[in-house]
């Protein structure tokens, strides 16, 4: 068995939110801590970030300081992991350019993530073409960086799959050069995707349903006390539904058992809360106020320690310089291979 790396990381678009967390930050700090892996990379995408950002380029570059101090908050360690700069790594649109000749635009226009993110910000009559071709400006990343394990939410599987096609391409093309990447799922379904406060889908900061991890902790009980429950409890009494209830669900992705005992101690686990609700007889207050004290649990350290690194900015600016060296000396390794097995490594 090769050695095992890592890559992951966030698009700088604004602070990172509860969902972030839920979804891929508390996985990389196990990830990290585990000792499993040789080298782990996790990337500022701001390149991405500028594939529909391009008119307000100093929104991307003000969110790059944010990210980092969310990713050292969160219990991301620059001792064992590298946290980089997509775009100080001159070798990921040079690897870009070399692999859109083995994708077709019909194959990049089936990519069920690509047309779904295309609807979501109206790109459908003129789409950038720095947008359209981001799953290869993925691919690129990924293998920039020989990346064996890439975690991700199921909505980006699509975009991986994408990533080993162009991987099984290039390597029955040259010869085998490029790590073929596995995916690695959340492990509960709780943490697959956390929908916003309001209930829809998806967290998004235009529609203003996130919870930070920067937020105050009166904001964020103000967002837990106007969450989405089930619109038919309307009496303490009247029995509860779980199903699309936005507390619940942030119960099942943040609480154990011994909180929910501690600050609730008429039940010995969430399950039985659950089964009180879904009888009747537990209110909505009552559950909301739970989620404060588990969120506060969570929550009250990473801003503790975000607001210490905040006041100490050029450290956080040598933890990327540093990350972004160690990436751009496996990238560059990469390219020479790639180049080499093209034939296009002149040494005149």
């Not at 095992?4 to 700088?12: A, E, F, N, Q, S």
């Not at 073409?129 to 400006?137: E, L």
Request: charged share 25%; net charge negative; hydrophobic share 35%.
């Amino acid at each position: 068995m090769g050695k095992k790396v890592i890559l992951t990381g966030d698009r700088p678009t604004g602070c990172l939110h509860v969902g972030h967390y839920v979804g891929s930050l508390r996985r990389r700090v196990e990830l990290q801590n585990s000792g499993d892996y040789e080298d782990i990379f996790i990337m500022i995408a701001d390149q991405q970030a500028l594939t529909d950002n391009a008119g307000n380029p100093q929104k991307v570059r003000d969110n790059i300081d944010e990210v980092a101090l969310d990713y050292l908050a969160a219990g991301i360690d620059p001792g064992k992991s590298n946290i980089l700069v997509q775009s100080m790594i001159p070798e990921l649109p040079e690897l870009t350019l070399y692999y859109m000749n083995l994708v077709t635009v019909s194959r990049l226009q089936r990519n069920p993530t690509v047309k779904a993110e295309i609807q979501m910000r109206n790109f459908e009559s003129n789409i950038p073409v720095g947008f359209f071709c981001y799953p290869i400006s993925q691919a690129a990343d990924i293998t920039a960086f020989q990346a064996t394990t890439v975690p991700v939410g199921e909505d980006q599987e699509p975009m991986l799959e994408q990533t080993r096609e162009i991987v099984r391409k290039f390597n029955s093309l040259y010869g085998e050069t490029l790590v073929e990447p596995e995916i690695m799922l959340p492990e509960s379904a709780a943490c697959l995707r956390l929908p916003g406060t309001d209930g829809k889908a998806k967290m998004s900061k235009s529609l203003g349903n996130c919870i930070y991890l920067s937020d105050p902790e009166e904001e964020v009980k103000r967002r837990v006390m106007s969450m989405y429950t089930d619109p038919e409890h309307l009496q303490v009494s009247d029995p509860g539904h779980l199903e699309g209830n936005t507390v619940f669900t942030y119960l099942d992705a943040f609480a154990e058992d011994s909180q929910v005992h501690e600050y609730c101690p008429d039940y010995a686990t969430l399950d039985e809360m659950k089964e009180h609700y879904k009888r009747g007889g537990l209110g909505d207050v009552k559950v909301k106020k739970l989620l404060i004290r588990v969120l506060q649990d969570v929550l009250g350290p990473i801003r503790q320690r975000r607001s210490e690194y905040a006041k100490d900015l050029s450290y956080v600016h040598e933890v990327l310089k540093k990350g972004t060296e160690r990436a751009r000396e496996v990238s560059a390794d990469t390219l020479s291979k790639v180049k080499a097995s093209m034939g296009i490594d002149y040494n005149w």
